[in-house]
């Protein structure tokens, strides 16, 4: 039931800024118990988690990425919006924007996936 669909460039500039926005159906962004994620994959790479935000609203970030990191949320629109800052052709990858029960503890324990959007970061 519930459908998630990443929307965004897929072509961005070395220095720029990635904007990608998932829109959330068959369920409410806000529901108890689910926060929402987004992950990546790099070609011939795993899954890297990136960033996500809780039902609350609360934000939580990798470590490695925060300083480039801004993740929101438009809770009339129900969908969620990241935005990755400085890129460079490293960051190209497939992007993901996912839910995940909380109850089940591990970053990568989602149950609902977009299709997922190939980012690629050249000049």
């Known amino acids: 039931q519930v459908q998630l669909q990443e929307s965004g460039p897929g072509l961005v500039k070395p220095s720029q800024t990635l904007s990608l926005t998932c829109t959330v159906s068959g369920g409410s962004i806000e529901a108890h118990g689910y926060d929402w994620t987004w992950i990546r994959q790099p070609p011939g790479k795993g899954l890297e988690w990136m960033a996500a935000?809780?039902?609350?609203?609360?934000?939580a970030y990798n470590p490695s990425l925060l300083g480039r990191l801004s993740i929101s949320r438009d809770t009339s629109m129900n969908h969620f919006t990241l935005h990755l800052s400085s890129v460079t052709p490293q960051d190209t990858a497939v992007y993901y924007c996912?839910?995940?029960?909380?109850?089940?503890?591990?970053?990568?324990?989602?149950?609902?996936w977009g299709k997922g959007t190939l980012v690629t970061v050249s000049s």
């Open positions: 935000i809780a039902f609350s609203g609360s934000p």
């Open positions: 996912a839910r995940r029960p909380i109850a089940t503890m591990g970053l990568y324990d989602l149950d609902y």
